[in-house]
């Protein structure tokens, strides 16, 4: 008898356990929503008055606000490697701008991607979007971790195969082709890629923005029953820009915000899908963008809010992004003001996993997840480097205090002499716009950075890996 009972108490314990044990050994999903060219100031829960961006703005309610989030280069091509690969783009080779379609090289599918992590622990992983990391087959997605991809290979203002034949740019270029939305098909190339295989040219831009979320939702609907990966950089707000025609604004000064209304409603489309599937509470979102506004282009740029300057400078205008993160032990509607950024994103999920990365890829990101899920008032980063959009070294920040050396051009009539750099201090503490240089005042603090942040270059140059290149014929 007492055997008995020994044995059904057993029983019941490990039925009232199993439950828990299911949960503990069940891995989260992961999604990453990267935008483009959007500003830190283009989200209504990063200050902006004039775009409305309320699902969006769910996952900060809901999660994780960071407001000293930066990415890694201040244009698309090495932002996009920094993110997947946890390094600095200098020493994955893809430091030097962005890739055109008559480019030759790619992101070497030696390196460890976030897709590559995730993948070894049988994770399904799909990247649907702009890729902007090489065209050609032995570079693309599904090259890099991803079993499957839909989207456009490099920026959406590019046309296949040669880049030739574009319509006029600028601002005023921009009105005509949103007033003519039938442009992105009369005066683009533009392809759209499924996998190694371009099967549309020229894409209709109108609709891709809903497709890539499509596509997101189709295959998180397909895979709900394991664990995913979906990395979704959306092709805009890059210019051109393009909406369905069934939410168009026709003003073209409307257009900047349009798009990212858009952008915000897809978004809630996406977050909806996870709810209706119960996937919410297992699953961390990531919104987040490549670089800063691209203000030249006006109303249909965007905006950086409190911040100096935009895409393509090293200010925090071109590199501090908006990021809200929401999951799993995230607390919900905290602000999180910690120096952090996109480079750390593959160790962290590396961390919440608990998997190690390999040991022979030396990357520059840290492991932040008790920084997202709020578990420290300290960042693992207290520093962070910034290179040019041409990959050259210009400044780093420690701590609250920012240091830029920006080299003066050559003098064309005095070739002799070599233009001293303008040294630029700030304290971001008290100066979040970089108005006030406070060099002058702080020799030792400069001298101090510019020797770290040497010492540091020098480091990723000895040891920086090839990128892939196209073998000439």
Request: net charge negative.
């Amino acid at each position: 008898m007492r055997a008995t009972y020994s044995l059904l108490f057993a029983s019941i314990v490990l039925i009232l356990l199993a439950p828990y044990d299911v949960v503990a050994v069940e891995k989260p999903n992961f999604i990453i929503i990267f935008a483009d060219d959007q500003g830190y100031g283009d989200l209504s829960s990063f200050g902006s008055t004039t775009i409305k961006t309320p699902n969006i703005d769910r996952l900060a309610t809901e999660g994780r606000k960071f407001t000293s989030f930066m990415v890694a280069s201040p244009v698309c091509t090495p932002s996009r490697a920094a993110l997947l690969t946890g390094c600095y783009p200098k020493r994955v080779g893809m430091h030097q701008h962005v890739l055109f379609p008559t480019s030759k090289k790619g992101l070497n599918p030696a390196e460890h991607t976030i897709a590559d992590h995730l993948k070894a622990q049988g994770y399904a992983t799909a990247c649907f979007g702009k890729w902007h990391l090489g065209h050609q087959p032995e570079v693309l997605p599904t090259s890099n971790g991803f079993d499957t991809y839909l989207g456009i290979p490099y920026s959406n203002d590019m046309n296949h195969p040669d880049n030739k034949g574009k319509p006029k740019g600028g601002p005023d270029g921009m009105d005509v082709l949103w007033n003519e939305p039938e442009s992105t098909l009369t005066k683009w190339k533009t392809p759209l890629i499924k996998n190694e295989t371009i099967v549309e040219l020229p894409v209709d831009q109108r609709t891709v923005t809903r497709r890539y979320t499509q596509a997101a939702i189709d295959f998180i609907q397909t895979h709900r029953d394991e664990s995913f990966f979906v990395y979704l950089p959306h092709s805009m707000p890059h210019i051109p820009l393009y909406v369905p025609d069934d939410v168009r604004d026709p003003n073209p000064l409307h257009a900047y915000i349009n798009v990212i209304e858009h952008i915000d409603h897809e978004v809630g489309r996406l977050l909806n899908t996870l709810d209706d599937l119960k996937l919410a509470e297992n699953t961390y979102v990531i919104y987040t963008t490549d670089n800063g506004p691209w203000l030249p282009f006006k109303h249909h740029g965007g905006s950086a809010g409190v911040l100096r300057d935009g895409k393509g400078t090293t200010f925090e205008g071109g590199q501090r992004v908006p990021c809200l993160i929401r999951g799993p032990r995230i607390p919900a509607g905290t602000v999180c003001d910690k120096l952090t950024g996109t480079i750390d994103v593959l160790p962290t999920i590396a961390a919440i996993t608990e998997t190690p990365l390999p040991a022979d890829k030396k990357i520059d990101g840290l492991d932040a997840s008790t920084l997202w899920m709020d578990q420290t008032d300290k960042s693992p980063r207290t520093e962070f480097l910034h290179y040019t959009s041409q990959g050259q070294l210009e400044g780093i920040r420690q701590g609250d205090w920012k240091l830029l050396v920006k080299n003066a051009r050559q003098n064309r009539n005095n070739q002799n002499t070599k233009p001293k750099p303008q040294i630029m201090l700030f304290d971001l503490s008290k100066d979040i716009g970089e108005k006030e240089n406070v060099a002058e005042q702080n020799p030792e603090i400069v001298e101090r950075l510019r020797n770290r942040m040497t010492s540091l270059d020098d480091e990723i140059t000895q040891n920086a890996r090839s990128p892939w290149f196209q073998e000439t014929e």
